[in-house]
């Protein structure tokens, strides 16, 4: 847990540009908490759809090593997290919520799963406001504010795509965010 907080600190300098000692760009848009975990949402869901639409079918049974997991793996494991997190969010019943195919299914199958799981989270993502923020959910047998499971799920995307970018990068492909 102690590592997680770190890493969303990290996450949260560097994605701000404070750690390089620039000053970030002002915000498009509305302002706020609300609007802040709303964009870096946005951003990750654009990020990882392109990165799942861009390996090649043949490519999603991948690993770059024996010990770790598939691309389809890392694919059905953000599935797995964001339906888990905005299904409780959104108090849908596990039964309701889409299902994650094995990660030996063909690539539509998985891409399917995994937009199922952003259309959940955008039902999440859309209900936060400012004044929201504090409302408590059971999520993974402990009680979490809505902004902190927001915020996890973004700092967790961002770390899934990260392994998504690498194992591309290995494949000979740009990840989407390093596209001109």
């Known amino acids: 847990?102690?590592?997680?907080?770190?890493?969303?600190?990290?996450?949260?300098?560097?994605?701000?540009?404070?750690?390089m000692g620039q000053t970030p760009a002002a915000p498009v848009g509305p302002i706020g908490p609300a609007a802040e975990v709303q964009r870096g949402y946005a951003a990750q869901k654009g990020n990882?759809?392109?990165?799942?639409?861009?390996?090649?079918?043949g490519d999603y049974q991948f690993k770059p090593t024996?010990?770790?997991?598939?691309?389809?793996r890392v694919v059905n494991h953000v599935t797995e997290a964001q339906l888990r997190t905005c299904g409780a969010v959104n108090r849908t019943a596990a039964s309701d919520l889409a299902k994650v195919?094995?990660?030996t299914a063909d690539?539509?199958?998985?891409?399917?799963?995994?937009?199922?799981?952003?259309?959940?989270?955008?039902?999440?993502?859309?209900?936060?406001t400012d004044a929201n923020?504090?409302?408590m959910f059971e999520v993974f047998n402990a009680k979490r504010s809505r902004i902190g499971i927001m915020w996890g799920t973004v700092s967790h995307d961002n770390e899934?795509?990260?392994?998504?970018?690498l194992y591309l990068r290995l494949k000979g492909l740009v990840p989407p965010s390093s596209e001109k």
């Open 160 to 165: 899934q795509y990260a392994t998504l970018a």
């Open 107 to 128: 690539k539509a199958a998985i891409v399917e799963a995994l937009k199922a799981s952003f259309a959940e989270c955008d039902k999440a993502f859309a209900a936060v």
């Open 133 to 135: 923020l504090g409302d």
């Open 66 to 72: 024996p010990e770790v997991r598939t691309y389809a």
């Open 48 to 57: 990882i759809l392109k990165a799942a639409d861009k390996m090649p079918e």
């Open 101 to 103: 195919p094995a990660e």
């Open 1 to 19: 847990m102690q590592q997680m907080r770190s890493m969303c600190v990290v996450a949260a300098l560097l994605g701000s540009g404070m750690a």
